[in-house]
């Protein structure tokens, strides 16, 4: 490790460089006018980071990132032209340009190509507070990678380690287009994890804990997840396998929030035009219990994936998806919406902070609802057919009887189908796990068949 790697990254000053980006989209969008493009966009972004992983107590790999590049979009009619640069130099943005308009040429018009209309696009960019930015100081993230996973190796059950790792990133962007509109964004992250293993042999087992924030000061202490890490993975020793059955189950946070996002891929426009979705012409229909909510919260705070507009330059707005478990909307880029027929609903880029808004009940609670069952806290495998809505993964977690977790479980599958796994929700929990862009606690499922022995 040279003594340069561990010299402090200085932080980017946020408006100079935003003022620069700025520059560079508006010189790309007149250079598209001249070449004769009739409509265009731009994106020009800068990204900074630190990352650091360290195994069984020495550094493997520390690595400092600085980016910049540029992406120019243009349509002739409706025919579409794509080119990228990672050099922001006016000479590369030109041969940019110029190499989009050359492709434009050369494809087939597509009619649902072309910007969002300007009525659609945002005009209020309010301070979400994303950008917190730290020095880049290797040797306290050092520090901290080391420290987090020793605090994992303190336990005495724990054989063996696959590393603990920590990353420090920012970013800026400015988005504009030849409607006229310019965004700017930016926002800062910090993560740390830790991996584990226990045991020996055919029963050792492998778990791991992490932690992702916007806010350094957010962040969980690293012996947190080293200790949780530790925790997770010394409590699957000793799994055995579950007989064939129909079982209640109950999916952790961490597997909910997938169970989730299987909704979100299949209510998203590119598999709606294509046919793809066994959620297609649904909305308006009943998928839910009568109780569940699930929020779209894009302005919120310190979010995972808030942001003032959306991929398009369309305005967010905050709006329930699932609403007292009607299906209330899609999730439309502006082009998947004109495929559809429909309006665009400022998901360009996807969804942002979803909410599976939580009912009143703790972990314990709902194990005490269960009753007897099967408590998912990992799912393997890429079980899922969006046509269709079957679902079959592979699984481990605990066996619970008389609502208490009594054996830890492993190489079972469990199986339905999407549709029925939504309407056999009986419950979701207090426990909101709020690391990521969708957010759930556990979710109580009446009926599953779990295939094992």
Same mark, same amino acid.
């Given at each position: ?26 010189? *790309? ?24 992983? *360290? ?19 243009? =349509? ?9 640069? *990672? ?25 649902a190509?072309? !910007? ?36 994992? $190796?303190?336990?005495?059950?724990v ?12 970013g !800026? ?15 800062t ?29 957010? +962040? ?12 997770k993975?010394?409590?699957? +020793? ?33 598999a709606?035009?294509r046919?793809?979705?066994? =959620? ?14 699930? +929020? ?15 991929g ?19 999730? =439309? ?5 004109? $495929? ?26 709902? !194990? ?15 079980g ?8 079959? $993964? ?60």
């Open positions: 490790m040279s003594d340069q790697s561990m010299v402090p990254q200085p932080v980017l000053n946020r408006e100079a460089e935003l003022d620069l980006l700025e520059s560079r989209v508006d010189d *790309a969008l007149r250079l598209a006018r001249k070449a004769g493009s009739n409509e265009a966009e731009v994106s020009a972004h800068t990204s900074q980071g630190l990352s650091v992983t *360290a195994r069984l107590g020495e550094v493997e790999t520390l690595e400092h990132m600085q980016d910049r590049g540029i992406t120019v979009t243009v =349509l002739i009619g409706k025919q579409k032209g794509h080119a990228s640069s *990672a050099d922001l130099r006016k000479e590369s943005i030109r041969s940019c340009v110029e190499h989009a308009i050359d492709i434009a040429r050369y494809t087939q018009a597509d009619k190509n072309g !910007l969002a209309a300007k009525d659609k696009m945002a005009t209020d960019f309010p301070d979400l507070d994303l950008w917190h930015p730290v020095t880049m100081d290797a040797s306290a993230a050092i520090e901290r990678v080391l420290a987090c996973e020793a605090a994992g $190796r303190d336990n005495e059950k054989t063996n380690s696959e590393g603990a790792s920590f990353n420090a990133g920012l !800026l962007g400015v988005y504009g287009n030849s409607n006229g509109f310019i965004g700017r964004n930016g926002g992250r910090y993560s740390q994890s830790c991996i584990l293993l226990a045991g020996q042999g055919d029963g050792m087992q492998r778990d791991y804990s992490y932690d992702s924030r916007r806010c350094f000061g957010d +962040l969980e202490a690293p012996e947190v997840t080293g200790e949780e890490a530790a925790r993975t010394v409590r699957r +020793l000793g799994s055995v396998q579950l007989e064939t059955s129909q079982m209640p189950i109950l999916f952790s946070p961490e597997v909910a929030k997938g169970l989730v996002g299987h909704l979100v891929g299949a209510i998203s426009g590119s709606l035009y046919n793809a979705s066994f =959620l297609k012409d649904t909305v308006g229909e009943r998928l839910f219990p009568s109780w569940l909510n699930l +929020l779209e919260r894009p302005l919120l705070e310190r979010g995972a994936g808030s942001a003032a507009f959306d398009d330059g369309v305005a967010t707005r905050q709006r329930h998806i699932v609403e007292s478990g009607v299906l209330d909307g899609y999730v =439309l880029s502006t082009y998947s919406a004109r $495929r559809l027929g429909l309006e665009t609903t400022g998901n360009a880029g996807g969804v942002r902070n979803l909410l599976l808004e939580p009912g009143g009940a703790t972990t314990d609670d709902l !194990l005490r609802h269960m009753g007897n069952g099967f408590y998912v806290t990992e799912v393997m495998g890429q899922i057919n969006l046509v269709t809505g079957d679902y079959s $993964r592979g699984a481990s977690g605990f066996l619970v009887e008389n609502g208490e977790c009594v054996s830890p479980v492993d190489g079972v599958t469990i199986a339905g189908n999407l549709r029925d796994m939504f309407m056999n929700i009986v419950a979701a929990g207090q426990d909101i796990d709020t690391r990521g862009n969708i957010q759930t606690g556990s979710v109580l499922i009446s009926t599953m068949m779990v295939a094992g022995v």
